[in-house]
T-cell receptor, first 111, second 114 residues
Framework: GEKVEQHESTLSVREGDSAVINCTYT??????FPWYKQEAGKSLHFVID?????DRKQSQRLIVLLDKKAKRFSLHITATQPEDSAIYFC??????????FGKGTSLTVIP | GPKVLQIPSHQIIDMGQMVTLNCDPV?????FYWYKQILGQQMEFLVN????????KSKLFKDQFSVERPDGSYFTLKIQPTALEDSAVYFC????????????FGAGTRLSVL
């Protein structure tokens, strides 16, 4: 089955800098790549996604890049703010029933 | 936005007892999922459910686990009997049209097996 590796388990950046979280996947059939944010003690909520028919998507300060050849996708958070501090999970789906999650990256934005 | 409700938020039980975790998914969603999270880290897929049937389950979905959604009511995860290693936070999620659509997560049920 699909395996999603999330490379950074922790990441610290200064407020205003950019943060980049990288994920790789194994199944070439994966075609949908969402990102979720989990704040301390809370549930996951959706932040942004990208589908395999594009290689870049932006929503305000969030940019997702997809490199299908390398089976790699990344989340870029620009102009970070303290409220961006959370655990971020990447996921991949082949479009059948299941989502496979990475292990999560704990992002700390230092004021 | 759409909300998935999970009841209870915390459940403490003795090893060997039965527990039922309840999930009220988003009203028009058709696909339902359970995930297990230990120590605030890895989200481990357990099972997904569509049209009254289990579509896919992982190795973590042991024989002691079962899911159902009788008559469109709660989507439930039952563990019988529970084991110490079942202690975790269990998240329910739902989506409108399977895994090409956004998953909406509940707040989780923290299960403590003593």
């Amino acid at each position: 089955g699909e395996k999603v590796e999330q490379h950074e388990s922790t990441l610290s950046v200064r407020e205003g800098d950019s943060a980049v979280i990288n994920c790789t996947y194994t199944d070439t059939a994966s075609s949908y790549f969402p990102w979720y944010k989990q704040e301390a003690g809370k549930s996951l909520h959706f932040v942004i996604d990208i589908r395999s028919n594009v290689d870049r998507k932006q929503s305000q300060r969030l940019i997702v890049l997809l490199d299908k050849k390398a089976k790699r996708f990344s989340l870029h958070i620009t102009a970070t703010q303290p409220e961006d501090s959370a655990i971020y999970f990447c996921a991949a789906s082949t479009g059948y029933q299941n989502f496979y999650f990475g292990k999560g990256t704990s992002l700390t934005v230092i004021p | 936005g759409p909300k998935v409700l999970q009841i209870p938020s915390h459940q403490i039980i003795d090893m060997g007892q039965m527990v039922t975790l309840n999930c009220d998914p988003v009203s028009n969603h058709l696909y339902f999922y359970w995930y297990k999270q230990i120590l605030g880290q890895q989200m481990e897929f357990l099972v997904n459910f569509y049209n009254g049937k289990v579509m896919e389950k992982s190795k973590l979905f042991k024989d002691q686990f079962s899911v159902e959604r009788p008559d469109g009511s709660y989507f439930t995860l039952k563990i019988q009997p529970t084991a110490l290693e079942d202690s975790a936070v269990y998240f329910c999620a739902s989506s409108l049209a399977g895994s090409q659509n956004t998953l909406y997560f509940g707040a989780g049920t923290r299960l403590s097996v003593l």
